[in-house]
């Protein structure tokens, strides 16, 4: 049975599962919810995205890693 990784503290901000062809489904997450989630913790805008840079996005923990998506525009 496969359980698929999530990231611990942002279950609120968990928005679907992504499926790729020949890989396990992997949990998917709104990264900006992510920063709001750290900022509710005290954390200062700037302190939230660089905490979130390097302990959340800078972690890989193996073909089942969550993926963080932000929401932009072909044009942007």
Same mark, same amino acid.
């Given at each position: 049975?496969?359980?698929?990784?999530?990231?611990?503290?942002?279950?609120? +901000?968990?928005? &679907?599962?992504?499926?790729? +062809?020949?890989?396990?489904?992997?949990?998917?997450?709104?990264?900006?919810? +992510?920063?709001?989630?750290?900022?509710?913790?005290?954390?200062?805008?700037?302190?939230?995205?660089?905490?979130?840079?390097?302990?959340?996005?800078?972690?890989?923990? &193996?073909?089942?890693?969550?993926?963080?998506?932000?929401?932009?525009?072909?044009?942007?």
């Amino acid at each position: 049975m496969f359980v698929m990784l999530l990231a611990d503290g942002f279950e609120e +901000c968990l928005i &679907g599962v992504g499926s790729r +062809c020949g890989q396990p489904d992997i949990a998917v997450y709104d990264q900006t919810k +992510c920063i709001q989630v750290l900022m509710s913790q005290g954390m200062s805008h700037e302190e939230a995205l660089e905490y979130f840079d390097f302990n959340v996005l800078g972690s890989w923990v &193996g073909k089942e890693t969550p993926i963080f998506v932000s929401e932009s525009k072909l044009d942007d």
